[in-house]
């Protein structure tokens, strides 16, 4: 009730305010910002993958504005030498809007990411999209670029399909960010109740581990980060053991024994710390962009749990970073 309140007080709050309190969150407005907070990240252990932030776009000219502005990031991980890779909105390349002109700005950028052995993943956006997004990688597996995967939702009814019907195609070249879903999905075509979510999400994860997948898994969850370690033991994975499993497929340069841990910045920074000592790969996801002030916004509203934060940010100033 309390943390709701905070809550409600900072969206009336100006810009500044909510700056402050989202600095944590966001690593800033500009590219340099991201490349600062990931420089000093670095020392933790941590690789990143690079969100540029935006809302749904409503012309071409915006996607392409993303294109150039996913290009730059490519380009700075390159010149400064960061283990970092790409995180990518389908819609905001246009797959809405155009969708032809939509796939080609997404293999564009794909294509100039494999010429430098960088990664781009396909977030999962809304049901709108989980077909297309998953079609996309197929596609451009299909068409020898295979440094590109995307997100299941554990929420989604349809994960479990979705899991076999990828491996049926691309098999272990399959590589999943696995998370929860943040978009409330309607009950037909979702779990609702957070038990269910979780119980869901664990089972995705497994099976993608089974099916010799790459898995990254996205969660700040303890149960579901204990579940993974116990999956992990299970299958005798874990930090500097080489993936031990048969249908673990190609060498894949650059990335963790069959797995990684995913988590966004500023959040449980302790547990993804306590894991990178631990020897896991832990990836850092690292939002920037002028959008900063609509997207705190969105994920103030997501989570009110988030006031608490808030409260303590204010009490202790010096906890509020990354
Ligand atoms: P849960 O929501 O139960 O969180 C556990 C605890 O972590 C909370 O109690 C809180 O303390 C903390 N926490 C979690 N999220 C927080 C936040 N935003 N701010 C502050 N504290 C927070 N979803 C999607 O639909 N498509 C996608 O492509 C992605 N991509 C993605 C990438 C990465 C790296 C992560 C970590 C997550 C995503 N997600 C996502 C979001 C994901 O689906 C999910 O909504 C959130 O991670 C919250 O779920 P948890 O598993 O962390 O559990």
Redesign the pocket.
């Known amino acids: 009730m309390l943390s709701k309140m905070i809550v409600a007080m900072t969206l009336r709050m100006p810009r500044w305010f909510v700056r402050w309190v989202s600095r944590r ?1 966001v690593a800033g407005a500009t590219l340099d910002d991201a490349v600062r907070v990931m420089q000093r990240l670095e020392s933790e252990g941590a690789c990143f993958t690079i969100d540029v932030l935006g809302e749904e776009i409503s012309s071409m000219d915006e996607a392409q504005y993303f294109l150039d502005e996913y290009v730059r990031v490519m380009n700075a991980i390159v010149e400064h030498d960061i283990d970092a890779n790409l995180s990518i909105k389908p819609t905001a390349f246009g797959l809405l809007i155009n969708k032809e002109q939509g796939l080609e700005n997404i293999e564009s950028l794909v294509r100039q990411a494999s010429q430098h052995d960088m990664f781009v993943r396909l ?3 809304d049901h709108r999209v989980t077909t297309e997004t998953i079609q996309v990688v197929l596609d451009l597996h299909a068409k020898g670029l295979t440094n590109v995967g995307t ?1 299941l ?1 554990g929420r989604l009814h349809r994960t479990p399909d979705d899991i076999e019907s990828v491996a049926s195609t691309i098999g272990s070249n399959a590589d999943y ?1 696995i ?5 409330l999905e309607p009950e037909e075509i979702a779990y609702t109740s957070k038990s269910d979510i979780r119980c869901k ?1 664990n089972e995705a994860i497994r099976m993608a581990l089974e099916h010799g997948a790459y898995v990254g898994i ?4 303890v149960p ?1 980060v204990d579940y993974t370690l116990a999956v992990l033991d299970e299958f005798k994975m874990g930090p500097s053991i080489e993936d031990p499993r048969e249908n673990s497929g190609p060498d894949r340069k650059g990335k963790g024994p069959g797995y990684e841990f ?3 910045l500023g ?2 920074g302790p547990m993804r710390r306590k894991l990178t000592k631990a020897g896991h790969r832990t990836r850092v ?1 690292i939002p920037y962009g002028e959008k900063w002030y609509e997207y705190s916004i969105r ?1 103030l509203q997501e ?1 009110p ?2 006031g608490l ?1 808030i409260a303590k940010a204010f009490l202790m100033p010096w906890t509020n970073r990354p």
């Open positions: 969150y977030d999962m956006e997100v939702q960010r998370c929860k879903g943040i978009y999400t996205a969660s700040h969850d579901v995913q988590m966004l959040v449980r996801y994920r989570n749990t988030i934060q």
